[in-house]
C-alpha cells in the first residue's frame, strides 16, 4: 500500500511564496515520477510539474519561472517552491506519484495525495 501525505498549504498574500511537501509511505524501493497538480474550484485537476527519479523537470506554463519542484529519493519526499504567488494560484494541490516499485505496489498506478489548500488573496 502507497500513502502519500502532503503538507505546507496556507494562505499568502499576491507576490509571496510558500513551500509544499508531500511524503510517501509503503515498502516502497522506488518511484519513477512524483509531481504536482492542482485543481481551482469548478475547474479540472492540472497538471504543475513532475521530476523524474533522475531529476528531469516538467512545469506548466503558468507556472514557469515562479515554481520549482524537487526531491529527495531517499526520504521518497518531493517538494514544490511557490514563489510570485498570484491569485490565480490558488487551489487545492496534490501530489501524484506513479511508476513506483515496491511490495504490493501497482506499478502502472497513479498514486494521489489528499490534497493541500493554497490560497493566495491579500
Known amino acids: 500500500q502507497v500513502q502519500l501525505v502532503e503538507s505546507g498549504g496556507g494562505l499568502v498574500q499576491p507576490g509571496g511564496s510558500l513551500s509544499l511537501s508531500c511524503v510517501a509511505s509503503?515498502?516502497?524501493?522506488?518511484?519513477?515520477?512524483m509531481g504536482w497538480y492542482h485543481q481551482a474550484p469548478g475547474k479540472q485537476r492540472e497538471l504543475v510539474a513532475t521530476i523524474t527519479s533522475g531529476g528531469s523537470t516538467n512545469y506548466a506554463d503558468s507556472v514557469k519561472g515562479r515554481f520549482t519542484i524537487s526531491r529527495n529519493n531517499a526520504k521518497k519526499t518531493v517538494y514544490l517552491q511557490m514563489n510570485s504567488l498570484k491569485p490565480d494560484d490558488t487551489a487545492v494541490y496534490y501530489c501524484?506519484?506513479?511508476?513506483?516499485?515496491?511490495?504490493?505496489?501497482?506499478?502502472?498506478?497513479?498514486?494521489w495525495g489528499q490534497g493541500t489548500q493554497v490560497t493566495v488573496s491579500s
Open positions: 501524484m506519484i506513479t511508476g513506483v516499485r515496491g511490495v504490493g505496489i501497482d506499478f502502472t498506478h497513479d498514486y
Open positions: 509503503g515498502t516502497i524501493f522506488s518511484i519513477y515520477i
